[in-house]
């Protein structure tokens, strides 16, 4: 039997333009209709009007938070103006969280930008920077009375690599300068974002909020041990995982956010830098169970990357960790044993304080559409149901007691 802290924080997330439907002012929403992707993203799960009834499911189940994201497009649908209607709705789904004794953990970007802002050349453009502040300030001034955790930005460098280096969602860019700069761009951003927001608390009088970055890490494991693979696992974990966390830990982080899903087998051919930062292993062996999108399921990788981040001594939140699988039970075993590599590290000493799955609905897959289903709860695109999972029901009694049998 396995006891968590008393005050753990337990729940799932979403993101804006995966579960809202109809974010027709987002650079996402125009890439779909031209017809990129596998399908475009439409209504989603309708969650934007079915809030409430995901929300009451969310409180059945026990979950204490629930990680979401404000669709910047539909704040500020131009430069200039701030939409109020979309400014009232997200207070009420606040709002709604909060009567079902839910935290609120808030991301400010979840890949998507205004489409004005990508025309203006998204993040390569230099003023995006301020651009963004502006609109976290303003969220920051409504929802301060409400909101205690904000997340900046999620996955800045999934963002960056997806978006501006592998040419695989909008802008569909492919070149390493590019990359690097909107790399760069997105911690200028939450470094200005965070000072903004601890400033609008202080004035306000109001107790200091808890800002972070949701920060992807994968377990990258050397296949042979050759010095070189092991030379591969170091570099990977130090620029990949850790580079950002080194910039921004020492003063601009109040708790790292965590999205871990898998393991990347390494096996270098060469000493080129591309086998170094990017070979993978091609051969069958070592063969984990995958996902539906072929990724590893690796448990023990979240325990080693848990470990890793004990040197920041800051709190850590998993923000993101789940699988689609279409047998359910799978992901009950997915929970259990990621659940069991969280005990361990806060037995090893990391002050583990939150895990929200990926997520509280299947939802929209980015350029993989609605396949992938990692949902507590199913929705049928057709009529709009929800369906809540077995696994739901065995995580809520880990969310309701804090203990895993
Ligand atoms: C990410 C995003 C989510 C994904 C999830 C599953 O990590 O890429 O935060 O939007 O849907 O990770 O791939």
């Not at 930008?113 to 998204?122: C, D, Q, S």
């Not at 301060?144 to 999620?154: G, K």
């Not at 296949?223 to 003063?251: D, H, P, Q, W, Y």
Request: proline share 4%; with cysteine.
């Amino acid at each position: 039997m396995i006891r968590f802290p008393k005050d753990f924080l337990w729940g799932s997330a979403t993101s804006s333009h995966q579960v809202e439907g109809d974010n027709r002012a987002n650079d996402w929403w125009e890439w779909e209709q031209k017809g990129h992707g596998k399908q475009p993203s439409g209504e989603a799960c309708r969650h934007y009007q079915l809030y409430e009834k995901d929300f009451d499911l969310a409180q059945q189940l026990h979950h204490n938070c629930h990680r979401l994201s404000i669709e910047w497009s539909r704040i500020q649908p131009d430069p200039d103006s701030f939409s109020e209607s979309a400014i009232a709705h997200y207070q009420q789904v606040i709002n709604a969280l909060r009567a079902r004794g839910m935290e609120p953990i808030v991301t400010l970007h979840h890949f998507t930008n205004p489409r004005w802002l990508a025309r203006i050349g998204g993040w390569e453009n230099k003023r995006t920077v301020d651009y963004f502040c502006r609109y976290v300030e303003k969220m920051a001034l409504i929802f301060s009375p409400r909101v205690r955790y904000w997340v900046t930005i999620n996955e800045p460098l999934i963002y960056a690599y997806f978006s501006y280096f592998a040419g695989d969602w909008p802008p569909q860019k492919k070149s390493f300068l590019a990359l690097w700069r909107v790399r760069n761009r997105m911690i200028a951003a939450h470094i200005k974002a965070y000072r903004a927001i601890h400033r609008i608390y202080k004035q306000a009088g109001l107790p200091r909020p808890m800002v972070g970055v949701a920060h992807h890490l994968m377990a990258f494991v050397a296949c042979e041990k050759t010095f070189r693979n092991r030379l591969a696992v170091s570099v990977r974990n130090s620029v990949i995982n850790l580079g950002l966390l080194k910039v921004l830990a020492a003063r601009s982080l109040d708790f790292i956010g965590i999205n871990y899903y898998s393991r990347n087998l390494i096996d270098t051919e060469n000493w080129s830098l591309h086998s170094i930062l990017s070979a993978v292993c091609r051969r069958q062996h070592d063969i984990l169970p995958k996902n539906e999108m072929g990724w590893e399921i690796y448990p023990r990788g979240l325990y080693d990357m848990l470990l890793s981040l004990k040197r920041y001594r800051l709190p850590v939140f998993i923000l993101e960790n789940g699988v689609c699988v279409s047998d359910d039970r799978l992901r009950w075993d997915f929970i259990r044993e990621h659940l069991k590599s969280v005990a361990c590290a806060i037995e090893q000493g990391v002050d583990v304080r939150g895990y929200m799955y990926w997520s509280l609905l299947d939802n929209f897959e980015w350029d993989k559409g609605f396949v992938p289903r990692f949902g507590l709860i199913g929705i049928d695109y057709q009529t709009f149901e929800r369906t809540v999972r077995d696994s739901a029901r065995r995580f809520a009694q880990v969310c309701k007691t804090g203990i895993l049998d």
